[in-house]
């Protein structure tokens, strides 16, 4: 089971459009998929308490990392990095067991013109300090929002092009590491 991390907790982000392309993608590929969306994180995940007693919802998401074959992240770009909902998501989660030799993949998004490498240079440290396995073919859409909105959206588009190049591939790569059955 592949996993698509919706990276923003914003309601209705270009984001959560891109991953319901992805979805598609894995599903052509006949891939089994799940998304989770942290816009779906109860208000309480924010609170320093949540460290000690995490909310209903965040269990869940944990449960399904700990279940993924391999994960792919959206990276949206906020000032120059992750969203920090993403940051704090990812450090909710248990050590070592979320990421150890668990293969991720990275998909930056942006309204500016470097497509969200920032946001996935800064994810590639954090999942490699977390020992997870980076998969090395990164997707970046720059000025993402005319992307989806075009006529056909992004499977009329080059992005869309790249972004079922890298399903297929991260298919593979999850493959040759025992990670993935056919």
């Given amino acids: 089971m592949i996993t698509i991390i ?6 209705g982000s270009v984001s959560a459009q891109v991953a319901s392309f992805l979805s598609t993608v894995y599903d052509e590929i006949g ?30 998401f944990t449960e399904q990392i ?13 000032n120059g990095s992750m969203a920090g909902a993403l940051k704090l998501f990812i450090d909710m989660l248990p050590f070592p067991e979320s ?14 013109q ?13 999942f490699g300090y977390r020992n997870a396995l980076n998969y090395p073919r990164r997707v970046f859409i720059p000025a993402v929002g005319s992307v989806v909105q075009a006529e056909g959206g992004l499977g009329k588009h080059e992005f869309g092009e790249r972004l079922r190049e890298q399903a297929k591939g991260f298919a593979d790569y999850c493959r040759s590491l025992g990670k993935l059955a056919d």
């Fill in 66 to 78: 700990l279940a993924s074959s391999g994960l792919v992240v959206i990276a949206p770009e906020y």
């Fill in 114 to 126: 470097f497509g969200g490498l920032r946001p996935v240079e800064h994810l590639q440290q954090v």
């Fill in 6 to 11: 919706i990276g923003t907790n914003r309601a």
């Fill in 31 to 60: 891939i089994k998929n799940q998304t989770l969306d942290l816009a779906e994180l109860p208000p309480e995940t924010f609170s320093p308490d949540a460290y000690a007693e995490k909310p209903a919802r965040v269990i869940e």
């Fill in 99 to 112: 990421f150890e030799d668990r293969p991720v993949s990275y998909i930056g998004i942006a309204a500016g």
